[in-house]
């Protein structure tokens, strides 16, 4: 029985403590549009479709149904070299994942200016743990393209359609 009472004091400590730092689970992104065309795609068309969907947002299949449109231009990845060790064997990379994408009103005939997300990242890298590090360069990658997907909805977010006008 008190072991019963002590996790539920711990619990309800847990939540007061997180409750007054500040935190809250994610809301709602707060979109201005509710029907969304995309034109073109990239490897973070998937996420970032579930992600409108679950923000109320319809991706019709034409554009003239709606309210605002996106252009997924291009993405791509792009590994450096940051270091080297003594013997001349690389140390460290610089992993970089790019997305390009311009929006506009649908009811505009004129795009808005192009626009860039990138995310960085930087890696040790050993030829002895190649099969972990080969691993790990996927997740990294992985993380940046979620970033991504996070950074442009807030960047969708900001985008506000023409009011109609009236007939």
């Given at each position: ?59 019709v ?66 030829d002895?743990?190649l ?37």
């Amino acid at each position: 029985m008190t072991r019963h009472i002590a996790h539920h004091l711990t619990v309800l400590s847990l939540a007061f403590i997180m409750t007054a730092c500040g935190f809250h689970l994610r809301g709602l992104a707060d979109l201005s549009f509710n029907k969304l065309y995309i034109k073109g795609s990239s490897s973070i068309s998937k996420e970032l479709i579930s992600s409108l969907k679950t923000n109320g947002v319809t991706i019709v299949k034409e554009p003239e149904d709606a309210e605002m449109m996106l252009e997924l231009m291009s993405d791509g990845v792009e590994k450096r070299i940051l270091s080297l060790g003594g013997s001349g064997s690389v140390r460290e990379f610089e992993l970089f994942y790019r997305v390009k994408f311009r929006v506009r009103d649908a009811s505009s005939e004129l795009w808005g200016q192009e626009q860039l997300i990138e995310s960085r990242r930087d890696f040790s890298y050993l030829d002895t743990e190649l099969l972990a590090k080969s691993y790990e360069e996927a997740q990294l990658y992985e993380d940046m393209r979620r970033d991504a997907t996070r950074e442009l909805m807030r960047r969708l977010v900001a985008q506000k359609p023409k009011a109609k006008a009236a007939k």
